[in-house]
């Protein structure tokens, strides 16, 4: 029996094997167990010699196998181990990383060029009333914006904010007339309007400044710093006469041909310029419709498209990609 469980625990290989043979051999029904159970029929002389031999088998047994059992758990714990080995000298996995989008870059960009000139940024609601839209602004009531066809109406009365101008109104409203404004405010406007160059939905910058004795050679000096800070020093910027009802006089600003360094892209219009905003002197009423006096105090007040502005400065052809959520595109910035 001994040679037996010898030869059988070399062929162990787990601890359940192990654990078998000491059932099969010691165990209530195990063999060695039978032996012992046989004593009995033997003679009072060869009983204790017989007795002792098999309880030294037992012992002898019993410690093979707690020492198989010791090298298996151990060849266990080696392999476990080396299976679980981690190799400090691999190169660490880089997690991906997000980063912003090509439109909230621009917009940063442009909040940090006023940040920088002291400007404080204001938010607005974009659901807004007939009242902030137009009419604190000076829009006289057939004013073609005010059409359902071009701006969209949730009531009669209550519609999505065609431009961020409405905070001119609310900013005026909310400040002591007797102190300065020195305020831009970035956010979303909504036009009935879907092509290349337009979104139903898009971003706009509005400027305002009131203060004592502020002219127009303001306006146009902040303006050129600004844009010569986004599209580089050399460019060129050119005020060109126009209309909006809270301004006066109103000018569009349109700059030169855009050249981007490094990655090398260029706008070009037939003329040479290419329209970047709107701009001018704070209506007289708009200061009387909200609270100032127009004889004490002055402003100006310019609005930017941010999607116009970020396509100039990378040279993007359809505004629409900045909402399609394309990685190819998106990973480019
Ligand atoms: N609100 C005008 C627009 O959306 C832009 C503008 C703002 C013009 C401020 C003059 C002054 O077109």
Redesign the pocket.
Known sequence: IKAAVRDQINKTEALQDVQDIRVKYLGKKGELTAVMKELGKLSKEERPAVGQLVNTARAKIEAALADRMEELKQHEMEQKIQSEKIDITLPGRKPVLGHMHPLHLTRRCMENAFLKMGFSIAEGPEIEDDYYNFQCLNFPDDHPARDMQDSMYITDKILLR????PM?ARTLQAHNPNEPVKVIVPGK?YRWDYDATHSPVFH?M??LIVDKGIRFSDLKGMLEDFLREIFGPKTKVRFRASF?P??EP?AEVDISCVMCGGKGCRVCSHTGWLEI????MVHPNVLRLNGYDPDKVSGF????GVERIAMLKYGIDDLRLFYEDDMRFLNQF
């Open positions: 065609t431009h961020t101008s001119q406007v706009q509005e400027g909006f809270f301004t109103s905003l709107g701009c001018g007040a310019f609005g930017m």
